[in-house]
């Protein structure tokens, strides 16, 4: 009876898990670059009763064994990595990344982050920088007598300047890819750091190597779906009530049995 009101317990923990992660989802379905992510779980050890082919005592055996389950336990949080919708600024310095890839940022502690939002912005200093003012790798500086600014799909950043005819070429922004980008550990802001499970970054220009290209004047947002996360609330909700009555079905019968004279 005790083993019933343990699985129905790791059952209610799971699909508090389930909720957490489909709140957070919820909660970003405005933030630009984005991508959702999914609570993965697993059943725990089986307790074996009485293994397949045991005699059964009346010169067979059994054809199965007797397994009983002792619950569900969280062992991962995957990241969905599809390709959010591309949505159009008209911003000069937004720029969405079609495809694979993300852009290096170098942070406040000299460490490089990873990040698909594209919503960039000048600082004080001609500097290309993210909104949190983290400023993209390649050293990329604005003039700031600049007229225009403009951002190839290889990513070369070019402006005009007055007395020139030609627009001057600034540099160019690179694009990080990795073996398994699902293995990035997300630090908030919509930025990942690198791990030993995503693998080593690989820069280069955009649309090489398997890296997307970039779009000048578009973002992309979110890829959360919020009818599914919807549907998804509510199949979690309905699970953790069945779970929770499990546990007051067992209690009632272990009342029951402790009412027994």
Known sequence: MFRSLATAASGMEAQQTKLDVTANNIANVSTNGFKKGRAEFADLMYQELRPGGAPTGNGATAPTATEVGLGTRLVATSRSLGQGELHQTGGPLDVAV??????????????????????????????????????IAGEITIPPEAQSVTIAVDGTVSAKVPGDTQAVELGQIQIATFANPGGLAAQGGTLFRETTASGTAVLGAPGEGGAGTLRQGMLEVSNVNVVQEMIDLISGQRAYEINSRVVRAADEMLGQTAQLR
Not at 108 to 128: D, K
């Open 98 to 135: 079609e495809g694979q890839g993300y852009l290096p940022v170098t942070l406040a502690n000299g460490e490089t982050g990873y990040t698909r939002n594209g919503a960039l912005h000048m600082s004080a200093e001609g500097r290309l920088v993210t909104s949190d003012g983290f400023p």
